[in-house]
């Protein structure tokens, strides 16, 4: 059978059953990963699979079951199972759930794609890691480490509502990584971020990357670091790395908006949220510095699609204008319990998954100024860039991070360099104290972003760009 063909057949059998509302997807996905260390290639991983998840509601309960078979056999006994389920849910009295309207679509849509990442021969991406991995060791790194990922997938989805929709995402990244080891000290130096950098896009971006033009820098930055000075402990003006921010916008943006979250429905991996419906649109959640969108629209970032795995359109929001909180990151269910008219940021992570709203490009939109006008603008505080740990409370509310490294900023000029910098804050409050905001946006993107019980791994899209904080507290207290 077709993609199409499996997918109205599992929704069919699922009305027939019972369910009001059925949806379908069929994925395909091949995936091809490569790691080299100290000159070597360590390991190749190569996978494909294929297979159909179906969903059926019916009441105010959701069921769900995946096959990894495309008979016609198989994708019905998959529709009535998934609404077997939802009959078996719905017997416990709840709410009633309805469906943000979405206009049923037949459509294709596909990511542009310059070079086929899967079409590069091998030797050719592993010849690139190794001579970036070997050029890192010259340069006085004890481990150096660099990798690639690519994704191909293809997806079929079908709706009861008459929704018809075929998409094919590539998305590929990778990096580099350097650590050094010192007398009870450890530093690691990471390019373009500590994961990479990926994308909804071909080869190219991992040509643009030129990793190995960087290789000798982060090597002898890493060494460099076991004999900087500690970053100091305080309060200061600190200035953040693009890189640094998307992690900053992720963690204490991008899930606190997240509407199944608020709605307490997603608690099992990671919490749920600080902010409270009653207060959207009046919420001050920033400065007027910090406009946010979600945004699936931007061509080649990580978090881009044509439409969601509920067939919803992708289309640009606001969710931070001004410094107020005025949107969140729904699905069709969950935006119609909260009175909202919108959804579209429900994905899935593979056919054997229930969709559940995820970030898709979550970030900020450029600010007037650029870094070098930033650090001339700043007397006494501490820039820091590249994430290297992480911690958030599970209201995404209270938050640590450390950095790979620090500078100095004195008298409006970047000084020496800090080791082991770290900074901590309270979203709202830190979100409330930027003043400064560089044009110099970045789509990073995070293929790491981890959900829900069973977990899924997201794919997201952070735009960002180098921002200043006033009295924010850095370093370790002792």
């Given at each position: 059978?077709?993609?199409?063909?499996?997918?109205?057949?599992?929704v069919?059998?699922?009305?027939?059953?019972?369910?009001?509302?059925?949806?379908?997807?069929v994925?395909?996905?091949?995936?091809?990963?490569?790691?080299?260390?100290?000159?070597?290639?360590?390991?190749?991983?190569?996978?494909?699979?294929?297979?159909?998840?179906?969903?059926?509601?019916?009441?105010?309960?959701?069921?769900?079951?995946?096959?990894?078979?495309?008979?016609?056999?198989?994708?019905?006994?998959?529709?009535?199972?998934?609404?077997a389920?939802?009959?078996?849910?719905?017997?416990?009295?709840?709410?009633?759930?309805?469906?943000?309207?979405?206009?049923?679509?037949?459509?294709?849509?596909?990511?542009?794609?310059?070079?086929?990442?899967l079409?590069?021969?091998?030797?050719?991406?592993?010849?690139?890691?190794?001579r970036?991995?070997?050029?890192?060791?010259?340069?006085?790194?004890?481990?150096?480490?660099?990798?690639?990922?690519?994704?191909?997938?293809?997806?079929?989805?079908?709706?009861?509502?008459?929704?018809?929709?075929?998409?094919?995402?590539?998305?590929?990244?990778?990096?580099?990584?350097?650590?050094?080891?010192?007398?009870?000290?450890?530093?690691?130096?990471?390019?373009?971020?500590?994961?990479?950098?990926?994308?909804?896009?071909?080869?190219?971006?991992?040509t643009?990357?030129?990793?190995?033009?960087?290789?000798?820098?982060?090597?002898?930055?890493s060494?460099?670091?076991?004999?900087?000075?500690?970053?100091?402990?305080?309060?200061?003006?600190?200035?953040?790395?693009?890189?640094?921010?998307?992690?900053?916008?992720?963690?204490?943006?991008?899930?606190?908006?997240?509407?199944?979250?608020?709605?307490?429905?997603?608690?099992?991996?990671?919490?749920?949220?600080?902010?409270?419906?009653?207060?959207?649109?009046?919420?001050?959640?920033?400065?007027?510095?910090?406009?946010?969108?979600?945004?699936?629209?931007i061509?080649?970032?990580?978090?881009?699609?044509?439409?969601?795995?509920e067939?919803?359109?992708?289309?640009?929001?606001?969710?931070?204008?001004?410094?107020?909180?005025?949107?969140?990151?729904?699905?069709?269910?969950?935006?119609?319990?909260?009175?909202?008219?919108?959804?579209?940021?429900?994905?899935?992570?593979?056919?054997?998954?229930?969709?559940?709203?995820?970030?898709?490009?979550?970030?900020?939109?450029?600010?007037?100024?650029?870094?070098?006008?930033?650090?001339?603008?700043?007397d006494?505080g501490?820039?820091?860039?590249?994430?290297?740990?992480?911690?958030?409370?599970?209201?995404?509310?209270?938050?640590?991070?450390?950095?790979?490294?620090?500078?100095?900023?004195?008298?409006?000029?970047?000084?020496?360099?800090?080791?082991n910098?770290?900074?901590?804050?309270?979203?709202p409050?830190?979100?409330?104290?930027?003043?400064?905001l560089?044009?110099?946006?970045?789509?990073?993107?995070?293929?790491?972003?981890?959900?829900?019980?069973?977990?899924?791994?997201?794919?997201?899209?952070?735009p960002?760009?180098?921002?200043?904080?006033r009295?924010v507290?850095?370093?370790?207290?002792?």
């Amino acid at each position: 059978m077709t993609g199409f063909d499996a997918a109205t057949a599992a929704v069919q059998a699922a009305l027939d059953a019972g369910a009001r509302y059925a949806d379908a997807r069929v994925m395909h996905r091949r995936y091809e990963s490569m790691s080299a260390r100290n000159g070597d290639i360590e390991e190749l991983t190569q996978d494909e699979s294929i297979g159909l998840g179906v969903r059926a509601l019916v009441g105010s309960s959701w069921g769900f079951h995946a096959v990894p078979e495309l008979s016609d056999a198989a994708a019905r006994d998959a529709g009535r199972r998934a609404a077997a389920i939802a009959t078996a849910s719905a017997r416990v009295p709840g709410p009633p759930i309805d469906l943000v309207a979405v206009e049923a679509t037949v459509a294709s849509w596909a990511s542009a794609c310059d070079v086929d990442p899967l079409g590069v021969p091998l030797t050719d991406k592993g010849d690139l890691l190794a001579r970036a991995t070997a050029t890192m060791r010259e340069h006085g790194a004890d481990l150096a480490e660099g990798l690639y990922q690519i994704w191909d997938t293809t997806k079929w989805f079908v709706s009861s509502e008459g929704h018809r929709i075929d998409q094919r995402i590539r998305e590929c990244g990778g990096g580099i990584s350097a650590t050094s080891i010192g007398d009870g000290e450890t530093q690691r130096r990471s390019y373009p971020s500590y994961r990479g950098q990926y994308g909804t896009t071909g080869w190219e971006l991992v040509t643009s990357l030129d990793l190995a033009a960087h290789a000798a820098r982060i090597a002898e930055e890493s060494r460099e670091l076991l004999t900087a000075p500690e970053c100091p402990s305080g309060a200061t003006d600190l200035i953040l790395g693009g890189e640094q921010l998307a992690l900053q916008i992720h963690e204490s943006v991008g899930h606190a908006i997240e509407l199944d979250r608020i709605l307490g429905w997603e608690a099992a991996f990671a919490g749920t949220s600080w902010l409270d419906l009653s207060r959207l649109g009046t919420l001050r959640y920033g400065s007027e510095l910090m406009n946010v969108t979600v945004d699936p629209t931007i061509p080649g970032a990580l978090g881009s699609f044509g439409f969601d795995d509920e067939g919803s359109p992708a289309a640009r929001r606001d969710a931070v204008r001004e410094g107020r909180w005025v949107g969140v990151l729904a699905g069709r269910d969950s935006a119609a319990v909260a009175g909202l008219d919108y959804g579209g940021s429900v994905r899935a992570d593979g056919w054997a998954r229930l969709p559940m709203v995820r970030m898709t490009n979550v970030g900020l939109e450029p600010g007037p100024h650029t870094l070098d006008e930033i650090i001339a603008a700043t007397d006494d505080g501490v820039l820091m860039d590249i994430n290297r740990s992480w911690s958030i409370d599970d209201k995404r509310l209270n938050f640590q991070f450390g950095c790979e490294v620090g500078w100095e900023v004195k008298r409006g000029r970047r000084g020496r360099m800090l080791r082991n910098p770290t900074y901590t804050g309270i979203g709202p409050v830190f979100w409330r104290s930027m003043d400064m905001l560089s044009s110099e946006i970045v789509p990073w993107g995070t293929p790491n972003c981890g959900k829900g019980q069973p977990g899924q791994t997201g794919h997201t899209g952070h735009p960002a760009a180098p921002a200043r904080f006033r009295n924010v507290r850095v370093g370790v207290r002792a």
